[in-house]
Each structure stands twice: as structure tokens, then as C-alpha cells.
């Protein structure tokens, strides 16, 4: 009876070799190889082609270095520490100082003195000459240079009147003017602030207030003047020029 049980249940159990369908029908292990590959085929196909990530890096490197280097610039340039009011002041119109100037610390570094002028009319001013100097031995440049007892009296005095007449919208006409010794002076010909050819022109781009002194000087404009008032400075004060 066991036998013949045994043999029963033989028959009824399917058989373990494989039918054709399946042969055809994936296996687990089969499906789960197809989805690993599916899966790295996908991020395969979703990474950048070698090229690109190559472009990217040399691009993201270039942007380092240029960040780089323009930040040591920066420090350097922060860092500068030179003595003298050109380098601590550089484009600061008023700045004071114990040193109390004279006409003769301005002759004395070979500026030529064209003129002196009549203050009368001037507020405050002790004197004021007009005149030619070289900064570093370059073209001859123009200044006028108004003197004051001290600085405080120099800014409070001179600095309107130093605004009328300077910058792009600086007076050029005597009528237009408060104190009209040396207008003439004051003006060019075109072709500089404010100018076109054959019309009059503000010949000092800015000025400074720097101790007692007041210097317009010539310039196209403001940055260029104010250089060059510092380089006369400068000159005066034996640092420079």
C-alpha cells in the first residue's frame, strides 16, 4: 500500500524538468540580472560623457583660479602702506596736517610762479599764486594754490568758492563768479571739462584742501586733478613728484 501510494503521488506531482514555456520564462535570478543591468544602463546613459565632465572640471578650475587671484590682488592692494598723504589719501579732497605751507615749499621743487593774486574779495586767504609745475618731471601742469592762517579756516573759508569754479559745472565767466581776480586763468578752450572745440572750458577738474593750503589744479577731470594735486603735495613734502 505504501508503494503503491508513493507511486500515486509520483504521478500527480508535476514534473521537474523545465516545459518549453519554461525555458522561455525568466528565471528570478534572470529578471533580477536584466533589472541591474536596466538600472546601470540608465546612469550610464544619465552621466556626462567623459568630454564634458573633462570641460567642466578645466572651466570649474579656471573660476577657482581667477577667484584666487583677484582676492590677492585685493589684499595687496589693501595692504599698501606707504607713507604720505598721496598713499593714505589717494582721491580725498580735505585732509589736515600740522604742517602750515608757504608759497616757498611749492618754488622750492621747481614749480614756476606765473602770477600772484589780489585776495581782496577771497575770504580768508593770506595770498594766492598761479603757476606751472611738472609732476614727475612729466608735461607742465597748472596750479593755483590759496593760502590760509590754518586748515580749519581754509575749509570753512575757501571751499565754496573753490566749488564755483572747478569740476564740470564750475563757473567760467567773471559774471558768473564771486571773486573774479584770475577767471581768465581758470578757463581753456574746449576739449576738457565740459568743452567742445571752440568753446570755454573749466580748466581745474578738482581741487584739495590739504593743512592751510587750497590747490585747484588742471586736469580733464576730477580723478586726474586730484593726482596731481597729491603729486604736488607729495613734492612739497619731499616724498615724491
Known amino acids: 500500500m505504501v508503494v503503491a501510494a508513493d507511486i500515486s503521488a509520483a504521478l500527480l506531482r508535476p514534473h521537474l524538468t523545465p516545459s ?14 536584466r533589472k541591474r543591468v536596466f538600472i546601470q544602463g540608465v546612469a550610464t546613459a544619465a552621466s556626462p560623457p567623459l568630454s564634458y565632465s573633462r570641460l567642466m572640471n578645466k572651466t570649474l578650475i579656471s573660476i577657482i583660479a581667477l577667484t584666487t587671484l583677484l ?3 585685493a589684499i595687496a592692494c589693501g595692504s599698501n602702506s606707504g607713507d604720505g598723504p598721496h598713499e593714505a589719501d589717494l582721491l580725498r579732497k580735505i585732509t589736515a596736517s600740522d604742517r602750515i605751507f608757504t608759497a616757498e615749499d611749492f618754488l622750492a621743487i621747481g614749480m614756476k610762479k606765473a602770477k600772484e593774486y589780489d585776495v581782496t574779495g577771497l575770504t580768508g586767504a593770506t595770498s594766492a599764486i598761479y603757476g606751472f609745475w611738472k609732476p614727475g ?6 596750479y593755483e594754490i590759496r593760502f590760509y592762517p590754518s586748515h580749519d579756516e581754509a575749509v570753512s573759508n575757501g571751499t565754496s568758492f573753490a566749488d564755483e569754479v572747478t569740476g564740470p559745472d564750475g563757473a567760467v565767466a567773471s559774471d558768473d563768479v564771486t571773486w573774479k581776480e584770475g577767471t581768465r586763468d581758470r578757463r581753456t578752450s574746449g576739449f576738457t571739462i565740459g568743452g567742445g572745440g571752440g568753446s570755454l572750458a573749466v580748466k581745474y577738474g578738482d581741487y584739495i584742501i590739504h593743512s592751510n593750503v587750497l590747490i585747484l589744479c588742471q586736469g580733464r577731470d576730477s580723478a586726474q586733478s586730484l593726482d596731481r594735486c597729491w603729486a604736488l603735495i607729495n613734492g612739497a613734502l619731499g616724498i615724491g613728484g
Open 137 to 142: 618731471g612729466g608735461e607742465s601742469v597748472e
Open 20 to 33: 518549453k514555456c519554461d525555458l522561455h520564462r525568466p528565471s528570478r535570478l534572470r529578471t533580477g540580472y
Open 71 to 73: 582676492s590677492v590682488f
